[in-house]
């Protein structure tokens, strides 16, 4: 070949755009990996990057320098997106994950602080050449290359290669999804998720359904070790029948800071207080999928699995579900809930209907007073609560309500008027000590809240329900100081058990007065069943994957989207498989130090995967709303 036909293919817009891509996904598996494995970033690779780039070559015609910048700009946001992601999710984000980030609009604040200047090395040779565009330096040739020669073989090697890497990883089922990417390759991973569809390998087929929901239940107690308890033995049956339901969801709030003294000043001291007259479990499993806060709303409100790798609120929103509104209403209550912000997000219009719950508190009917990140704050949001709760209560009316909270929201950016808690020097400007001070912040309009039903004499008469709907200190996400800061405080390294812990409160005068810590471990899949109990509602009739932890102490829990699938809680330990069991790692819940030898736990691994199975199969069978 000759020297001016070389010097022409290596300042061709193929070959200049061709390696800038793949130099980018080399970087972008250094930073999601920390993988500098340059002969496997081109085999994985590669081929998918040259599929795109000789298309254009051979029909974009005189658009060719349009198209090839086109695609320089499509991937390289591509690839932010996928390391934002991660950074928020501790995931890569799928192809249909990625359509739902028009949600992010809500949490743009939170977005924008997880971006680093580095990020922007991605877009860095773009603007070098325009600027050299700008000064007619431009470097690229926009020359024809021979298609019958060069282009058109390049594009069948590019298809042949990614058709064996594709064929190659198909049936590999690995169940952390970052290490999936990692192994199967970055764009053949996404491929692989498109041929998969959103169901990815969980795809069901099931004779579950509706009507013979007794025995899928009895298949449920058996997998999770469950006798059944006739309601009439249950301790606590129908303690607080009757009595109102207020259910608190706390935004981010997780366990460690409750208890928690900083130079002798505690952080919550009313959450302290009022555990003292509580059932308090501390070690509440969060169970939430990719539609977080609604996810722990859906859990709440159902004992059943969130959909894997879609929120809920999308995937079953045209569903009705059985659920603890429904069966409140069917009872004679009133139904409500109020979150301060839009109610489009999450899809929670559809969500809420679909949970049977009658009345909505959103958006407008907030007003724009003491707007704190997302939307109003929850001071606004419970003060404008109570006349609805009022009403209910002088009509003599059992109600439920469900308040979500939203000032808690991560960067914890908690206007200077609102922060009362004094952080040590140390946690200044650190996002650990701002989150501490909005949680501090939660302890007290909560309380306020509690203390304002104690004045309109709702309190004696209701069951308080509190917990935290997932994490606020997402360890990938957060910088090494602040794991420090969170290991210092916990006094020992913070890691996933850690965060993976939310606290949930039980509170009903007269029955929770004795106090008590229940230290087993739960799940958020628990808290229905548990609130059923103590309101007499035998759920029998019912398919739950919770139990009423105040009857039952074994336990079998399920994580599967920030946590691989086929994770698992039981009484002794967290396990998390990496591409499967073998490889997996059991932490013990105690000490949390890793058991070397967990072979005895495989039948659990077996059978949590069932009972996600058996979730998704009847959520699936559930009817479609009128
Ligand atoms: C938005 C709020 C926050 O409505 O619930 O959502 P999150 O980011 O925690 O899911
Ligand atoms: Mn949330």
Redo the contacts with the bound molecule.
């Keep these: 070949m000759k020297k001016e036909h070389i010097t022409k293919f290596l300042t061709s817009h193929l070959f200049i755009v061709t390696a800038i891509l793949i130099l980018k996904i080399i970087f972008l598996r250094y930073l999601l990996f920390g993988e500098a494995d340059i002969t496997r970033a081109l085999v994985l690779e590669l081929s998918y990057i040259l599929i795109f780039t000789t298309l254009i070559e051979l029909i974009a015609g005189k658009w060719k320098p349009g198209a090839f910048l086109l695609l320089n700009l499509i991937f390289s946001t591509l690839f932010l997106a996928v390391v934002m992601y991660h950074a928020f999710f501790g995931r890569i984000v799928t192809y249909f994950a990625l359509f739902q980030l028009g949600q992010v609009g809500?949490?743009n604040e939170?977005v924008s602080a997880l971006i680093k200047p580095i990020y922007f090395l991605f877009f860095a040779e773009i603007v070098v050449l325009i600027i050299l565009l700008l000064v007619r330096k431009y470097p690229i040739g926009n020359y024809s290359l021979n298609k019958k020669f060069l282009v058109l073989p390049l594009l069948l090697l590019a298809v042949i290669v990614s058709f064996v890497n594709f064929q190659a990883h198909k049936d590999e089922a690995i169940s952390n999804n970052v290490l999936a990417a990692q192994e199967k390759g970055i764009l053949n991973y996404e491929a692989l998720e498109i041929y998969l569809g959103p169901e990815g390998q969980t795809a069901i087929e099931t004779d579950i359904s509706v009507e013979n929901s007794a025995e899928l239940m009895e298949e449920v107690r058996s997998l999770k070790g469950l006798e059944y308890i006739p309601p009439k033995e249950r301790k606590f049956f129908g303690a607080a029948e009757g009595r109102n339901l207020i259910v608190i969801q706390v935004?981010?709030m997780q366990s460690f800071p409750i208890g928690l003294e900083l130079d002798g000043k505690e952080v919550t001291p009313n959450f302290n207080k009022l555990i003292e007259d509580s059932f308090y479990f501390p070690n509440t499993a969060q169970q939430t999928g990719p539609?977080?806060?609604?996810d722990a709303e859906f859990i709440v409100n159902t004992s059943l699995y969130p959909t894997a790798f879609n929120p809920t609120s999308q995937t079953f929103a045209d569903r009705a579900f059985p659920s603890l509104p429904r069966l409140l209403k069917g009872e004679g209550y009133t139904t409500s809930t109020f979150?301060a912000?839009d109610i489009s997000?999450?899809n929670r219009n559809e969500l809420y209907p679909a949970l049977g719950i009658e009345k909505y508190y959103y958006g407008e009917f907030f007003g724009n007073e003491d707007v704190i990140g997302?939307g109003p704050s929850d001071e606004v949001m419970f003060n404008k609560a109570m006349p609805v709760l009022r009403e209910s209560h002088m009509k003599n009316e059992p109600f439920y309500a469900q308040l979500?909270g939203?000032t808690s929201?991560h960067p914890f950016h908690l206007p200077k008027e609102h922060q009362e808690y004094e952080l040590p020097e140390e946690f200044e400007g650190s996002l650990t000590g701002e989150y501490l001070v909005s949680i501090n912040y939660m302890d007290r309009v909560i309380n306020d809240f509690i203390e304002q039903l104690k004045k309109e004499g709702i309190y004696e008469n209701s069951v308080i329900a509190i917990y935290g709907?997932?994490f606020g200190l997402q360890q990938s996400a957060i910088e090494q100081r602040d794991v420090d800061l969170v290991t210092e405080l916990l006094g020992n390294e913070y890691q996933t058990i850690d965060r993976l812990k939310v606290p949930f409160i039980l509170h009903a005068p007269g029955i929770t007065d004795e106090g008590e810590t229940f230290e087993q471990q739960i799940g958020q899949l628990d808290m229905m069943p548990t609130i059923a109990n103590l309101l007499g509602l035998p759920l029998d009739d019912m398919v739950i994957f919770g139990q009423d932890v105040l009857n039952h102490q074994e336990t079998l829990l399920g994580a599967r989207y920030y946590l691989p699938v086929g994770s698992f809680w039981n009484e002794e330990i967290l396990f998390i498989p990496e591409k499967g069991f073998e490889d997996g790692t059991a932490y013990d819940l105690e000490t949390e130090e890793v058991i070397p030898d967990f072979e005895q736990y495989r039948e659990d691994y077996d059978r949590v995967l069932h009972l996600e199975y058996l979730s998704d199969a009847y959520m699936k069978t559930l009817p479609v709303r009128d």
């Design positions: 809500t949490i939170s935004e981010s539609g977080n806060t609604s979150h912000d997000f999450w997302i979500i939203l929201h709907d997932h």
